[in-house]
């Protein structure tokens, strides 16, 4: 739908100035036949290796933020020995898990127990190939990329299980077993409070999910997207859902319950030491890193300006889009780190609890609503002849009352049910001679 607003150079194929440098600087000396074919996969392998350069680095220097963070959260002042500031602590961390003593359990079934540890990172890895870190620096624009985000990022949960019963021990199966029945549960709500904003956008490609959300191009040449504005701005109650979903599907405070120290060691991983439970922790980094990053385009805009009109997306020949995307992903990632410096752990029953009873039906109805509103906003916003911010203006405080009145009445309706239910009456076994010693809770 919104293919058409694309620049001609963040489309694939010809016009993508990497490959035309290439093609006129370093591939002259190649025949005709092979020189396009050598230039695309130059062009996508530098875009993989920088894009990869760029989360390695963004991946060591946020668990040194996380360090930093939560320790003043704490009222601590975190790392600060190795390097100015601490800067070189992710550094000593690495050297430090790279040469730990690798041990293997002795009744583990080693090839399972290994291969845990080797496949949890590709798939986490896999996920970045669609998230745009700017205009025109995606690794591939598919036309299914939400789809293929939350199917690729879905497989993390099979080596995980393969750790818990590799690893022989009770406490890494009953991680794993905790792990399989969270995700497969925050899946769904996740699922479903995205896919009003795919409906709104009409598509399930990231870059056309951040067309929809401002204006491409400037003066006569503009084109403005549906609903021309951020979602976060029409769709607040999805973006709530969508966070603590994927705070649950990254395992992150309060949501770890398959790696819960004071119950179950460490759950999955509790056998693994030096670069096997490395990976593990590289895994969960990635995947929070993308988590955030696909956050910032569903809902912030993406590499967008905050500003109206396109005010500072360019600094000159350079576009700023690499830089809000950043500072919007680095934003959500703050958030993830908040939540564990600040909020207690929830019980098993808890946690399922709250995705089945509260996050599924809320985002149903959101969907629902979403649906409704926007087939009748989207048919005035083509019959209209209102433009610029005016009209998406109109959308927006409309999704806004909408969503403030579907609120109310989930408050009102999840009070008067929890009112219903009551507190229930707790039986203890008999401690000895006599009968059961009863109480209310």
């Given amino acids: 739908m919104m293919m058409e607003l694309m620049p001609v150079w963040l489309q694939a194929g010809a016009g993508n100035p990497l490959r035309e440098f290439l093609l006129e600087n370093i591939l002259t000396g190649l025949s005709e ?81 290994n291969l845990g540890a080797i496949l949890v990172v590709p798939p986490a890895i896999m996920v970045f190939a669609i998230l745009p870190l700017s205009l025109g620096l995606v690794a591939s624009d598919l036309s299914v990329g939400f789809l293929y985000f939350i199917s690729v990022a879905s497989v993390v949960i099979v080596p995980i299980f393969m750790a818990g019963w590799g690893s022989r021990n009770k406490f890494a199966l009953i991680g794993a077993m905790r792990a399989v029945a969270q995700t497969v549960s925050y899946e769904i709500p996740q699922v479903l409070s995205v896919v009003g904003v795919l409906l709104l956008a009409g598509s399930l490609s990231t870059g056309d999910i951040i067309l929809a959300q401002g204006t491409v191009g400037s003066g006569a040449q503009a084109s403005q997207g549906f609903p021309g504005g951020w979602f976060i701005l029409t769709q607040p109650i999805a973006f709530v859902i969508y966070l603590m979903a994927t705070t649950a599907e990254v395992e992150r405070t309060p949501f770890d319950i398959p790696e819960a120290e004071s119950e179950i060691i460490a759950g999955y991983h509790t056998e693994y030491a030096g670069i096997k439970f490395g990976l593990f922790q590289l895994s969960q980094y990635f995947m929070t890193i993308a988590s955030a990053a696909l956050g910032s385009v569903l809902f912030l805009g993406g590499w967008m300006s905050p500003f109206p009109g396109g005010l500072l997306q360019t600094l000159g020949p350079l576009n700023l889009g690499f830089f809000w995307m950043g500072a919007k992903t680095l934003l959500l990632i703050l958030g993830f780190m908040w939540l564990r410096g600040t909020w207690p752990r929830l019980r098993s029953d808890q946690l399922m609890g709250f995705a089945w009873k509260v996050l599924v039906p809320l985002s149903l109805a959101n969907l629902l609503i979403t649906a409704l509103l926007g087939w009748l906003l989207h048919g005035w916003w083509n019959a209209s002849g209102a433009q610029g911010l005016g009209r998406s203006a109109v959308v927006v405080v409309a999704f806004l009352a909408a969503n403030g009145l579907l609120l109310f009445g989930a408050m009102l309706g999840f009070g008067r049910l929890r009112a219903k239910g009551g507190r229930p009456d707790i039986r203890f076994e008999a401690t000895g001679v006599g009968s059961s010693v009863e109480g209310a809770a």
């Fill in 33 to 113: 036949a092979w020189r396009p074919l050598v230039a695309d996969l130059l062009t996508w392998s530098l875009t993989c290796a920088l894009i990869m350069g760029i989360v390695q680095v963004t991946m060591l220097y946020c668990t040194l933020l996380e360090r930093k963070f939560v320790g003043r959260i704490q009222d601590r002042i975190g790392p600060n020995r190795v390097g100015y500031w601490g800067l070189l602590q992710p550094f000593a961390d690495m050297v430090k898990m790279l040469t730990k003593e690798d041990i293997t359990p002795a009744v583990a079934h080693r090839s399972v127990y």
